[in-house]
């Protein structure tokens, strides 16, 4: 009778092993065919997305661009002669095309909101500084400050415009 056993154990015991190797493989192979199909799924996306973001970036660009002080001063061109007026003018214009752009805030990253929001806050914390000075009186001479001041110094939306380049160049 333990011979019987003995025997039984001698023929199960590969046939448990060939089984659990069949197991092993098959579970293996399913993981990877599951991954595969993720990874053909997500580059169909990423196919269709691309396109999208990139021309996210480039409006975030473009909105960066048109907010530098020395650009959107001489767009942007005084009604009266009031310094106060002006400069809230400015301001109205850099919130209203930030307010234009800000669904483009679901295709970029949350850094690359947050500075270019950080850009904008100092743009215009930059005006108001200029407009609290003594020797501003008028809006020509707000714009005149201002400008005399960017001469020396880098407009707070080109770091973020440099954030922005190396953020689409990561894309590739």
Known sequence: MDLDILGLLLYCIPALVTGAIAFLFFK?????????REFMIQKDLQKDSLPVRLQAYERLSLYLERIKPAKLLLRVTPTSSKKEDYEALV??????????????????????????????????????????????????????????????????????????????????
């Not at 293996?28 to 595969?36: F, Q």
């Open 28 to 36: 293996e192979h399913i993981e990877n065919e599951n991954n595969r």
């Open 91 to 172: 301001i109205a214009n850099i919130e209203q095309e930030f307010d234009h752009n800000l669904a483009q805030q679901i295709y970029v990253t949350d850094d690359c909101w947050s500075i270019t929001s950080t850009a904008k806050n100092a743009t215009i914390q930059m005006i108001r500084n200029a407009a609290q000075s003594e020797k501003v009186d008028t809006a020509d001479k707000l714009r005149e400050v201002i400008l005399t001041d960017m001469v020396d110094k880098r407009a707070p939306s080109d770091a973020a415009l440099s954030y922005i380049k190396e953020e689409v160049s990561r894309l590739w």
